[in-house]
């Protein structure tokens, strides 16, 4: 049985509406050592269950973990891990109704440990804290700063993401204040060597 564990490199996919391209850079992404994969594709009319589907079967083989992002009955659909849920999402309470006890909820905590202290106690599984930096892939999102990290740190029980604008070079800052994993899309995804881009996320923890 495959132990779940939410640390290291978290690789969260880019929008695509092209199947198998989205899946060559997943498998790259895990070659070079991501532990989780989030499938986020906010592309309408892409084949979310076929894309989801051969993303679940990837992670299954390099046994790292998948996430659906937003969505519990894709989760459901695919077999997946878990679900990631943000403040328009749904609450936690139904999704954990849904998809049970074995599987994991993320939350997004965006810069409030309040927010991470509720979703903690409603049964949420990780929560993420972001954006660290600005974020190309997310102009709007609103700032967390470093010192929430490590302020969480001493707080919460369970696995802390951050999110955001993380690169390799402000990722080693991240992680000394206390994330246990980077989520990362553009600075994996957007390289034109997927591989050797997670290899370097992964070589921080
Ligand atoms: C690991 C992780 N952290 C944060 C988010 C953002 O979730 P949300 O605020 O719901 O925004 P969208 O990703 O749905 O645009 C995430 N997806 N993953
Ligand atoms: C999806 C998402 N959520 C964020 C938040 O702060 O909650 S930032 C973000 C985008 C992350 O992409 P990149 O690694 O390219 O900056
Ligand atoms: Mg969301």
Redesign the pocket.
Known sequence: MKTISINGLYA?TPDSDDRDALLRKVEAGLTGGARVIQY?NKTEGAPHLEMAKGIAALCRQFNAVFIVNDDVELALQTDADGVHL?RDDGDIAPARSSLGAGRIIGV?C?GSLARALEAQAAGADYV?F??MFP????PQ??H?PLSLLTEARQVLQVPIVA????TLHNAPQVVDAGADAV?????VFDTPDIAQAAQAFSNLF
């Open positions: 969260i986020r943000g997004s965006y993420a972001g954006s974020s190309s892939t997310k999102a609103p967390a999110i955001g604008g993380i989520a990362v899309i553009s600075a």
